[in-house]
């Protein structure tokens, strides 16, 4: 059977850009596509923070209703935005070779701020908490919207600066010169990299799509996934995760972080274990966390957001 795969993407111009990157690498393998943008509610409500929308894969949502209805026959998404539990019937299908993990401070070409008061933007409770945690004396302010309607605000505003993802500016050339990288702050879960759904019961999109993943990704944002599932925490906790894999030892380092909201509490693990280890790495790294006073914390943090 041959069909045109219907990719089912976001509107902004990121997203299209992810879209069209496994377009083209599905049409390199000889495969027919179509891109499908749809707007998701995410996009369309900037006035509230996320965690105020109370919804899980905001970003996602719309995508799985329009593969589940038949309407797209696959979905791209930056992973970090993907619930760790997808719907019922959708699977992951491919991750594709992972990006920059970096966050990054847009300025405004005087970091003077830094030493002393400062007014920081971004929509991120993980970026909050760890600004607050390093620049307790700063103002941090809720920032929303595609890559392109954030960059617009931060200059148009009296703030000094905002986080950014480092990957995403970079895929549509948006990353300006006044950037420092903040190599202290933990990325999300997966940040970087791609994921790719289908339907469980395509067989034609599963099999083109599984040409596209790369396993080494996939390994390190599984591990980094499980660690947020674990903890419990949606994309609404102040939750960083990292692994790599070192090729010449063939070993994993893992780095997770767990923050109170406002910084002041943090909970930090770093194990490196070999590579036969990676399946539950995730997993023993979220329950010592949990046992060490991080349970505490995260049920502090849920009754927090609900008020």
Request: with cysteine; hydrophobic share 40%; aromatic share 6%.
């Amino acid at each position: 059977m041959t069909k045109t795969i219907r990719i089912g993407t976001r509107d902004s111009e990121l997203a299209l850009w992810q879209a069209h990157t496994v377009q083209h690498q599905l049409q390199q393998l000889g495969y027919s596509t179509e891109i499908v943008a749809v707007k998701s509610t995410g996009d369309i409500i900037l006035d509230k923070p996320l965690y105020e929308l109370g919804i899980t894969g905001i970003f996602t949502k719309t995508l799985d209703v329009a593969m589940i209805s038949g309407q797209v026959d696959i979905a791209v998404h930056s992973m970090k935005d993907v619930p760790t539990a997808l719907p019922k019937g959708i699977v992951q299908a491919a991750v594709l070779e992972r990006a920059n993990t970096v966050d990054i401070l847009v300025h405004k070409g005087n970091l003077d701020f830094l030493t002393g008061n400062g007014t920081i933007a971004t929509g991120s409770l993980r970026r909050q908490a760890q600004w607050l945690n390093k620049y307790p004396n700063h103002t941090v302010v809720d920032l929303r919207g595609n890559v392109n309607t954030r960059m617009q605000k931060l200059q148009e505003s009296n703030w000094d600066g905002a986080v950014f993802a480092a990957a995403g500016l970079e895929r549509i050339n948006l990353k300006p010169e006044m950037f420092i990288d903040l190599d202290w702050m933990i990325p999300a879960p997966a940040q970087g990299a791609m994921m790719v759904v289908a339907m469980e019961n395509d067989e034609f999109s599963l099999d083109a799509l599984a040409q596209l993943n790369h396993i080494e990704t996939e390994i390190c944002t599984y591990i980094e996934r499980q660690f947020l599932r674990t903890l419990e925490g949606g994309c609404t906790a102040p939750i960083g995760a990292l692994a790599k894999y070192n090729e010449i030892e063939d070993t994993l380092h893992f780095q997770g972080v767990l923050f109170s909201l406002d910084g002041s509490q943090k909970f930090e693990i770093n194990k490196t274990v070999d590579i036969s280890e990676w399946k539950k790495l995730g997993y023993n790294a979220a329950q010592e966390i949990l046992t060490n006073g991080g349970s505490v914390l995260m049920a502090d943090i849920k009754l927090k957001l609900k008020k």
